[in-house]
Structures are given as C-alpha cells and as structure tokens.
C-alpha cells in the first residue's frame, strides 16, 4: 500500500510538473509577440523624439547598422545604430548603448548625436532601477535626462562629465548617485566612441538591424 501511494503521488507531482511548464511555455508564446511589438513602438517613438522628422527625410528604422565595442558601448552585443540623413547627407544618428554598472544592473540607452558630435539627446530605453529612486532616469518622471541636450565632448570638459558628488556638471538623485554616475559614464563613452568613428558610422552599408 505504502508503495503505491508513494507511485501515485509521484505520479500526480509528476502531472502537475507537466502542466505547469505547459503553462509557462503558452504564456510566454502568447506574450512574446505583444512585448516585442510595444517594445518596438518604444523605441520608434523615442527615435523620433530624439532626432525629429524635421531634421531628416529618411527611414531611421531602415537606415541601420550594427556596430560592436565593450568598452566605449557597455556590451559584447552588437549596438544598433539608427542613421538620419536628409537627401542622403548625413545628419546625426541615435547610437544603442549600455551603462552596465547601474545600481540594479544593465541600463539600455538610446544616444543622439548630431553629425558636429552634440548630442541631439539621451532616453532610457529599458532599466532595472529602484522604483522611485533610480527610475527619475525616465523622462516620464523628471527631466533629469534632457541635461544631456547639446552637450559635447568640449561641453563640459573631461572633468565635468562626472556627477557634482564627483567633482563634475551632473546632478545626481537624492540617496541614488549610483544610476546617474553610471548614465553619464555611458553617454561619454558614447560620444568618444563617436569622435573615433563618425565617418564610417555613417558610410557603412546598412545591415540587418531589427
């Protein structure tokens, strides 16, 4: 009897098992398309609010490439970058970039520069920071991030792309200079990275970006 209700038991936690990751599978399988969709409304939304139609008559979404570099983008993964021209001349372009030593990890950036090296602006495109601390990030929730608009690698100088606490230009939150610290870092980097490459950035064949 006793070995029976052993095997019965098993049984059953063995169905339940089975179920269960059933479950898991269909859910994700029937959200996988709507998260990939809104994320990439997302992201045309803040490509065009980074770099306005105004300034451009190309497709940003199809005029792409993929680049690579740890050190000045934060990834081993390919960044995109989204190219804005106007009758084929370069205009600026929005680089995809990553603070990994944000407080709750990875930071997601979208950075964009002008062709002259200024930046155009900065928006968080995805993020794991504290609720209420970390996420005034977001410009949903503070204009912190459009300090970044029109500034350059002269604008400040070297020392002034750090957070005040450092001895630089940039605000940091009350009780969070951990998030700030890391999206400035990121955003210079960016930018140095753009100093080296500007040219073929933009005279680069357009790949497969999304």
Not at 62 to 89: E, T
Not at 101 to 115: K, Q, T
């Amino acid at each position: 009897m006793l070995l029976t209700h052993m095997v019965r038991t098993a049984a059953l936690l063995g169905f339940f098992a089975l179920i269960s990751a059933w479950l898991v599978a269909v859910t994700f399988d029937v959200t996988e398309t709507p998260i990939a969709t809104s994320e990439k409304k997302a992201l045309l939304r803040n490509l065009h609010e980074l770099i306005p139609s105004t300034l451009h008559n190309n497709d940003l979404f199809s005029d792409v490439i993929s680049v690579q570099d740890r050190f000045y983008l934060g990834s081993n993964k390919p960044q995109r970058v989204f190219r804005a021209r106007h009758n084929s001349q370069p205009v600026a372009l929005t680089i995809e970039s990553v603070a990994p030593d944000g407080y709750g990890g990875n930071i997601f950036l979208l950075i964009a520069i002008r062709y002259d090296g200024s930046l155009l602006g900065v928006r968080v495109n995805k993020h794991k920071e504290t609720p209420g601390l970390g996420d005034g990030i977001e410009i949903e929730r503070s204009d912190w991030i459009l300090d970044f608009n029109n500034k350059s690698l002269s604008n400040p100088n070297k020392p002034g792309w750090r957070v005040e606490k450092d001895g630089g230009e940039f605000d940091q939150f009350t009780g969070a200079t951990i998030t700030p610290r890391a999206i400035v870092k990121a955003v210079h980097r960016s930018l140095q990275y753009y100093q080296q490459h500007r040219d073929s950035l933009f005279a680069e064949t357009t790949g497969q970006g999304n």
